[in-house]
């Protein structure tokens, strides 16, 4: 399957990007901590989660971060260029929902594009907000 490229030629302020769903499974969430080294229970160990004040095991703010990379490079393709991003966790993820990625052209300048991009909630909540700048390839 050939990638999609977007070319800086194609690209207006307001688009919008592609959505795109992740859902954690307990099992990646328990992979992940084990990963990464991180023993902290809220990840995998329900009961201490909700010792902890949570409702249920919490996503990973770093594989939301992850997952957000990744979308952002997904749409930029093989010859685009992540120039920077960032995001704010705001709220925890819980395993087993389906978390959408979203993203809006807010600028495009020369080859630069600008973005808006954030995961959100089934209910509709933004959960991680964030900016993304881009550099695409022209048609030319």
Known sequence: MTPNQPFIDDVAVGQELPVVVRNASRVQLFMYSAATWNP?????????????????????????????SQYVTDWAGPQGRIVSLSWQNRASALPELD??????????????????????????????????AVRLPSRS
Request: hydrophobic residues 40%.
């Open 40 to 68: 902290h229970r809220i990840h995998y160990d329900v009961d201490y989660a909700r010792f902890e004040g949570h409702a249920d095991v919490i996503v990973h703010g770093p594989l939301q971060g992850a997952w957000l």
């Open 99 to 132: 978390y959408e990625f979203r993203g809006r052209v807010t600028a495009v300048e020369g080859d630069m594009v600008s973005l808006d991009v954030w995961e959100q909630s089934p209910d509709g909540a933004v959960l991680m907000p964030g900016q993304a």
